[in-house]
């Protein structure tokens, strides 16, 4: 069945649902700089709340919320944020995150830079595979927090030419597991989902022999067999099995100083799959394919109290990508090769806090030397040996620094300006000649480098942010921002793209509310509202599309009332090319998204209805794949957590969750596969 409907029959829908959801959290509000105290006022807790004292539009996934969520895949937790769009989400493999419409190239290629993920610190995300995605396999189990960023603001630490967005996970560590005085834990994890057969494994073991020292080991395992749409059919190519593990130690040298040490790998092993994890029914060869990844970091950290001016941080990163494609087919080097991308970097960061009379600044400034090196070599035909024609290989060098000061005005003004500068060069190394084909019919002629060859490129750039309280409730805020995007290894091969860097320049301005006692003396509501236009000139990333124009809005709302919680986003953009009227065919689809829920029982008990509606999206040149006109949709999830704090099953966290209730057959725009089905999850957990 299809299902479409408008934002009205959303609504009506759910306005039964405050009967299944009450409250947690505790606000005081005292004396401040803005008015004097009014008592102290019980609450309760959405599901998420909203940054509203940011100048960015930033979203923070909880462990909480990663909890109740139950994802299959991390783009599974990426999906809920406005403005976030998932090419084939539900899966590890052959997945991409776009935010405001760039990021990952839906359907054709992988990463474009203008997303940067990160994972404890580590940029993540290969350079682009040939219709194989951008988001390397990643476990979601592994992580207690999730931010995104939405827009450039808070990226310069990372990158030059992240104009979409930041993506930053935070790996779990030994202390959320331990309470004060323990020095042992033992958490298992079991889960089933109905969609697949699929199941799930976790294990976690927290050590802490003292003060100083805390260590933890995790072990996954997750394997889902083929999955079904809201049709009954069998999606190709959907399963797949996923072993992962972390280890992460901490060791307290001192009182001020911290040695930390954190190793994380997934892998996913895939046998007689289509070569294109994008869309299977491109061609009908099956390769074998086996993706890994390998994240690993040394941190030393020294904070001294009573030292204002020391928060010293050096981080030596390292991070493994790869995939091995086979096949008996060798009509193409596609079919056949070893992509491996290895990086290495260097990261040492201070943050400073001082004052000048009433001014007060957090003073951030960072150096960063990387190393990042591609092989993509042939495996069958004629380039054995040679690095695979549609993915040049060779290394990219850099040299970065950073500077960001946030200057407080008193307690009501705050502006944030932000600098980075940025040195490359890329070097061609086993290029060769050669005729590359994409299919049966099409075949081009790929020119090669000469081992040694380099080009240099620099890129400048920075933003200023800024945020004031015009009363004790309301905001309002902005972003101005430049980025320029450096060529990356993928350009080797085009003489021009090679030495040419995108550029872009974002305006982002912005309302805020947030404030208790609204409506009745025992409810909060907090409110953000944000537009915004990003201008990119110079193109190299989109085909046909030199020039292009991004505006959008985003608005969220959380309300909390002692009979229930409310969270809603919603999110509208459009984009044009080449300062015409024509569209840009991957700005995403106008989507809402309203969860209502209650708790009870002291909190023990946590129920939820969650609805998303899809806009049909029609502003698009595309005739198939992921850039096909989309149909609106609607689809509803229940979730329940139950986690007893009394008796025999005291601390057990007994969950459940019905995603696509009403198995609705939909495809998201920008995916290429049609959404999952109906979907049933239950899982179960115990921190012993």
């Given at each position: 069945?299809?299902?479409?409907?408008?934002?009205?029959?959303?609504?009506?829908?759910?306005?039964?649902?405050?009967?299944?959801?009450?409250?947690?959290?505790?606000?005081?509000?005292?004396?401040?700089?803005?008015?004097?105290?009014?008592?102290?006022?019980?609450?309760?807790?959405?599901?998420?709340?909203?940054?509203?004292?940011?100048?960015?539009s930033e979203t923070v996934i909880s462990q909480e919320e990663l909890d109740e969520r139950q994802a299959?895949?991390?783009?599974?937790?990426?999906?809920?944020?406005?403005?976030?769009?998932?090419?084939?989400?539900?899966?590890?493999?052959?997945?991409?995150?776009?935010?405001?419409?760039?990021?990952?190239?839906?359907?054709?290629?992988?990463?474009?830079?203008?997303?940067?993920?990160?994972?404890?610190?580590?940029?993540?995300?290969?350079?682009?595979?040939?219709?194989?995605?951008?988001?390397?396999?990643?476990?979601?189990?592994?992580?207690?927090?999730?931010?995104?960023?939405?827009?450039?603001?808070?990226?310069?630490?990372?990158?030059?030419?992240?104009?979409?967005?930041?993506?930053?996970?935070?790996?779990?560590?030994?202390?959320?597991?331990?309470?004060?005085?323990?020095?042992?834990?033992?958490?298992?994890?079991?889960?089933?989902?109905?969609?697949?057969?699929?199941?799930?494994?976790?294990?976690?073991?927290?050590?802490?022999?003292?003060?100083?020292?805390?260590?933890?080991?995790?072990?996954?395992?997750?394997?889902?067999?083929?999955?079904?749409?809201?049709?009954?059919?069998?999606?190709?190519?959907?399963?797949?099995?996923?072993?992962?593990?972390?280890?992460?130690?901490?060791?307290?040298?001192?009182?001020?100083?911290?040695?930390?040490?954190?190793?994380?790998?997934?892998?996913?092993?895939?046998?007689?799959?289509?070569?294109?994890?994008?869309?299977?029914?491109?061609?009908?060869?099956?390769?074998?394919?086996?993706?890994?990844?390998?994240?690993?970091?040394?941190?030393?950290?020294?904070?001294?109290?009573?030292?204002?001016l020391i928060n010293i941080e050096a981080r030596l990163t390292y991070k493994d990508e790869a995939m091995e494609i086979t096949s008996v087919d060798t009509s193409s080097d596609l079919y056949n090769a070893d992509h491996d991308t290895k990086t290495v970097a260097l990261r040492v960061s201070n943050e400073a806090l001082f004052s000048a009379g009433t001014v007060a600044h957090t003073l951030s400034t960072g150096i960063e030397l990387k190393k990042r090196e591609r092989q993509s070599t042939s495996t069958a035909g004629s380039n054995v040996g040679y690095n695979d024609l549609s993915a040049p290989g060779g290394t990219d060098e850099s040299i970065a620094v950073w500077i960001a000061d946030e200057i407080a005005f008193g307690e009501r003004f705050t502006l944030t300006p932000q600098l980075r500068y940025e040195r490359q060069t890329l070097t061609s190394y086993d290029n060769i000649d050669g005729v590359q084909?994409?299919?049966?019919?099409t075949c081009i002629v790929t020119p090669g480098l000469a081992d040694g060859t380099s080009f240099t490129s620099e890129a400048f750039t920075g933003a200023v942010s800024g945020r004031f309280a015009l009363t004790d409730d309301i905001a309002v805020f902005g972003t101005l921002a430049y980025n320029e995007n450096l060529p990356i290894l993928d350009d080797l091969r085009n003489a021009t793209y090679r030495t040419q860097k995108e550029k872009g320049r974002t305006i982002e301005l912005g309302l805020s509310y947030d404030s208790v006692g609204v409506f009745t003396g025992e409810d909060a509501l907090k409110a953000k509202l944000t537009g915004f236009h990003t201008h990119i000139w110079d193109g190299t990333t989109y085909s046909g599309a030199a020039v292009v124009d991004l505006k959008g809005a985003e608005f969220e709302l959380s309300y909390v009332h002692p009979a229930f919680y409310a969270d809603f986003n919603v999110a509208r953009t459009r984009g044009t090319v080449n300062d015409t009227s024509d569209p840009f065919n991957w700005a995403p689809s106008d989507k809402a998204q309203l969860t209502l829920g209650k708790r009870f029982f002291d909190d023990q008990l946590n129920l939820a209805v969650e609805a998303v509606h899809a806009w049909e999206n029609t502003r698009t040149t595309g005739t198939s794949g992921a850039t096909a006109p989309s149909d609106s949709y609607t689809i509803y999830a229940l979730t329940a957590a139950y986690v007893p704090n009394h008796g025999a099953a005291k601390d057990v966290e007994f969950r459940a969750s019905v995603e696509n209730l009403f198995d609705a057959e939909y495809r998201p725009y920008l995916n290429t596969r049609n959404g999952l089905g109906r979907n049933i999850k239950f899982s179960i957990a115990k921190t012993f």
């Open positions: 069945m299809t299902t479409q409907t408008s934002l009205r029959g959303l609504a009506a829908a759910l306005a039964v649902a405050p009967v299944f959801a009450t409250p947690v959290f505790s606000q005081e509000a005292g004396e401040t700089g803005y008015g004097d105290f009014i008592g102290t006022v019980t609450l309760g807790e959405s599901r998420r709340g909203i940054q509203t004292q940011t100048a960015t299959t895949s991390m783009g599974e937790l990426l999906d809920s944020v406005p403005n976030v769009t998932l090419v084939n989400g539900s899966l590890p493999q052959g997945a991409g995150v776009s935010i405001r419409g760039l990021g990952a190239y839906g359907g054709t290629y992988g990463t474009d830079g203008k997303v940067s993920v990160v994972i404890d610190g580590v940029a993540s995300g290969a350079e682009e595979v040939y219709r194989n995605g951008s988001m390397l396999a990643l476990e979601p189990e592994l992580f207690r927090e999730i931010t995104v960023t939405r827009g450039p603001a808070e990226s310069f630490q990372y990158s030059s030419g992240a104009m979409g967005g930041t993506v930053e996970a935070e790996t779990k560590d030994a202390t959320d597991f331990l309470e004060d005085g323990d020095t042992f834990s033992f958490r298992q994890k079991l889960g089933f989902e109905s969609n697949g057969n699929g199941v799930v494994a976790t294990s976690i073991l927290s050590f802490a022999p003292d003060d100083r020292f805390n260590i933890l080991a995790f072990a996954g395992y997750r394997d889902v067999d083929a999955r079904k749409d809201g049709a009954g059919k069998e999606q190709d190519a959907t399963g797949f099995t996923a072993p992962s593990g972390l280890l992460k130690a901490n060791y307290h040298l001192t009182d001020a100083s911290t040695l930390t040490f954190s190793m994380a790998y997934n892998e996913i092993p895939e046998d007689d799959v289509p070569y294109n994890a994008y869309d299977p029914s491109w061609t009908d060869v099956l390769v074998d394919r086996y993706t890994r990844d390998t994240t690993a970091y040394a941190a030393y950290r020294y904070n001294p109290a009573g030292n204002d084909c994409f299919g049966p019919t």
